[in-house]
C-alpha cells in the first residue's frame, strides 16, 4: 500500500531544516502540500500498473492479456436459443428477424415458415440479448412485440436454459490457476478437465478415466449456473473435445444430474418489515448461491449451513423444524450429481 499525502507531505518536511517555519500555513507547508498530492497520485498509478501485471490482481482487459499468455481466452456470453410453437391460419407466414417476447425479453425468429393446413408449425428463435436473461420457464415466450397478420398466438413448450453470461474475471482466473497448478499433459484427466471447461457454457467438469474399461473416459459437466445442462451443451464438449484429444481414447460426456434439495422449515418472520414470499424469495436466492458455491465440489449439502443461511436471511428472525428432503440430516452428493435447489415451503 503506498504511502498517503500526509505521510509524504511529514517526510518532505523532516528534511528541510528545522530553523525555517513548517507550520501550517508557511511557505515550506504550502509549498510541499501541492507535490505532495501530486506524488501520491503517481504512487496510485505505479500500484495499480504493477497489479494489472499479475494474474491475482488483473482485471478485465488486462486478465485476458495475462491469460492469453497460457492460451486461454475469455469465454464471451451466449444468447439463448428455443423452438416455439406458433398458431395461426394456413398460408400465414412468420419471417426471419419477426420477434416474439416474454414479459421480460424479445427473441428474434432465426427463420422464414408459412403454416400449413394444421395451423401450427415450430421455429427457432433466439434472445436479442446475451446471457441468462434470456433463461426463461416454459410457456412464458406468449408475445407478438408487433402484430403479424394470419399468427394467433405463440408459445415455448420447453424451459429455456442455454443463455450463459460471459465469464466472469474470478471464474476466468480460476480456470487459469486450474491450468497452470494440475500437471495436464498428454491427454490426462486434467487434460480432460480443462478441455471440457473451454466450452462456452461449461461451469466445471469431473473426469472418470477408464469409466467403461480400458481406453475411456466420461466427462460428467455442469453449466456456469451450476445445474445440469441440455443435449446441445453435451454435443459440444463431446465435439471439441473429440478435436483436440490424443487419438485412442474413447470418449463419453454427460450432463451432471440434478439433486432436488427441497427445504421445509417454519419460519417467524419480521413482518414488519417482509412479506412471506419477500423472506422466502431471499431464502432461495441465498441457499442458491450456496448451492453454486460447493457446485463439484463438496460431497454432501450441510444441514446446519443451510439452517444458517436461512437464520442470516432478511426477513428472517427464526426458524424451526427444518428439514432437507424430509430429513433432518446432511444430503449426500454423489460423483455425478449437482444439488440445486427444488423449494421452500414455510410450514
Given at each position: 500500500?503506498?504511502?498517503?499525502?500526509?505521510?509524504?507531505?511529514?517526510?518532505?518536511?523532516?528534511?528541510?531544516?528545522?530553523?525555517?517555519?513548517?507550520?501550517?500555513?508557511?511557505?515550506?507547508?504550502?509549498?510541499?502540500?501541492?507535490?505532495?498530492?501530486?506524488?501520491?497520485?503517481?504512487?496510485?498509478?505505479?500500484?495499480?500498473?504493477?497489479?494489472?501485471?499479475?494474474?491475482?490482481?488483473?482485471?478485465?482487459?488486462?486478465?485476458?492479456?495475462?491469460?492469453?499468455?497460457?492460451?486461454?481466452?475469455?469465454?464471451?456470453?451466449?444468447?439463448?436459443?428455443?423452438?416455439?410453437?406458433?398458431?395461426?391460419?394456413?398460408?400465414?407466414?412468420?419471417?426471419?428477424?419477426?420477434?416474439?417476447?416474454?414479459?421480460?425479453?424479445?427473441?428474434?425468429?432465426?427463420?422464414?415458415?408459412t403454416i400449413d393446413v394444421s395451423g401450427i408449425l415450430d421455429v427457432l428463435v433466439e434472445c436479442e440479448q446475451s446471457g441468462t436473461i434470456g433463461n426463461v420457464p416454459a410457456n412464458t415466450i406468449i408475445y407478438f412485440p408487433v402484430t403479424i397478420a394470419g399468427l394467433t398466438s405463440v408459445t415455448n413448450a420447453n424451459t429455456v436454459t442455454n443463455g450463459y453470461a460471459g465469464e466472469t474475471d474470478e471464474e476466468l482466473k480460476q480456470r487459469y490457476f486450474d491450468k497452470i497448478r494440475t500437471p495436464a499433459t498428454s491427454g490426462n484427466k486434467y487434460h480432460?478437465?480443462?478441455?471440457?471447461?473451454?466450452?462456452?457454457?461449461?461451469?466445471?467438469?469431473?473426469?472418470?478415466?477408464?469409466?467403461?474399461?480400458?481406453?475411456?473416459?466420461?466427462?460428467?459437466?455442469?453449466?456456469?449456473?451450476?445445474?445440469?445442462?441440455?443435449?446441445?451443451?453435451?454435443?459440444?464438449?463431446?465435439?471439441?473435445?473429440?478435436?483436440?484429444?490424443?487419438?485412442?481414447?474413447?470418449?463419453?460426456?454427460?450432463?451432471?444430474?440434478?439433486?432436488?434439495?427441497?427445504?421445509?422449515?417454519?419460519?417467524?418472520?419480521?413482518?414488519?418489515?417482509?412479506?412471506?414470499?419477500?423472506?422466502?424469495?431471499?431464502?432461495?436466492?441465498?441457499?442458491?448461491?450456496?448451492?453454486?458455491?460447493?457446485?463439484?465440489?463438496?460431497?454432501?449439502?450441510?444441514?446446519?449451513?443451510?439452517?444458517?443461511?436461512?437464520?442470516?436471511?432478511?426477513?428472517?428472525?427464526?426458524?424451526?423444524?427444518?428439514?432437507?428432503?424430509?430429513?433432518?440430516?446432511?444430503?449426500?452428493?454423489?460423483?455425478?450429481?449437482?444439488?440445486?435447489?427444488?423449494?421452500?415451503?414455510?410450514?
Amino acid at each position: 500500500m503506498s504511502d498517503d499525502r500526509d505521510t509524504i507531505q511529514n517526510r518532505m518536511l523532516q528534511k528541510i531544516d528545522a530553523s525555517y517555519d513548517k507550520s501550517e500555513g508557511s511557505f515550506f507547508y504550502d509549498a510541499t502540500k501541492p507535490v505532495s498530492i501530486e506524488l501520491e497520485d503517481a504512487y496510485k498509478e505505479q500500484e495499480s500498473i504493477l497489479n494489472k501485471g499479475f494474474v491475482e490482481t488483473a482485471t478485465d482487459e488486462y486478465l485476458d492479456l495475462k491469460v492469453a499468455e497460457q492460451g486461454l481466452n475469455r469465454k464471451s456470453a451466449t444468447k439463448a436459443t428455443t423452438t416455439v410453437t406458433i398458431t395461426g391460419s394456413e398460408g400465414a407466414i412468420i419471417t426471419e428477424g419477426n420477434l416474439v417476447a416474454s414479459d421480460t425479453v424479445n427473441f428474434t425468429v432465426k427463420e422464414t415458415k408459412t403454416i400449413d393446413v394444421s395451423g401450427i408449425l415450430d421455429v427457432l428463435v433466439e434472445c436479442e440479448q446475451s446471457g441468462t436473461i434470456g433463461n426463461v420457464p416454459a410457456n412464458t415466450i406468449i408475445y407478438f412485440p408487433v402484430t403479424i397478420a394470419g399468427l394467433t398466438s405463440v408459445t415455448n413448450a420447453n424451459t429455456v436454459t442455454n443463455g450463459y453470461a460471459g465469464e466472469t474475471d474470478e471464474e476466468l482466473k480460476q480456470r487459469y490457476f486450474d491450468k497452470i497448478r494440475t500437471p495436464a499433459t498428454s491427454g490426462n484427466k486434467y487434460h480432460y478437465r480443462n478441455w471440457a471447461k473451454e466450452v462456452t457454457g461449461v461451469g466445471d467438469a469431473k473426469i472418470f478415466s477408464l469409466a467403461s474399461g480400458p481406453g475411456t473416459v466420461k466427462a460428467v459437466i455442469i453449466d456456469s449456473n451450476k445445474t445440469g445442462v441440455d443435449s446441445q451443451l453435451v454435443t459440444d464438449v463431446f465435439d471439441y473435445i473429440e478435436e483436440v484429444r490424443p487419438i485412442g481414447a474413447t470418449v463419453t460426456v454427460e450432463s451432471a444430474t440434478e439433486l432436488p434439495i427441497n427445504i421445509s422449515v417454519t419460519l417467524t418472520i419480521d413482518t414488519n418489515n417482509y412479506t412471506e414470499s419477500d423472506v422466502i424469495i431471499n431464502i432461495e436466492n441465498n441457499v442458491t448461491a450456496y448451492l453454486k458455491e460447493i457446485a463439484f465440489v463438496e460431497t454432501y449439502v450441510s444441514y446446519a449451513k443451510v439452517g444458517s443461511i436461512i437464520l442470516d436471511s432478511q426477513g428472517v428472525l427464526d426458524y424451526s423444524n427444518m428439514t432437507l428432503n424430509g430429513g433432518n440430516s446432511n444430503i449426500t452428493i454423489a460423483d455425478t450429481e449437482v444439488a440445486i435447489l427444488g423449494g421452500v415451503s414455510n410450514v
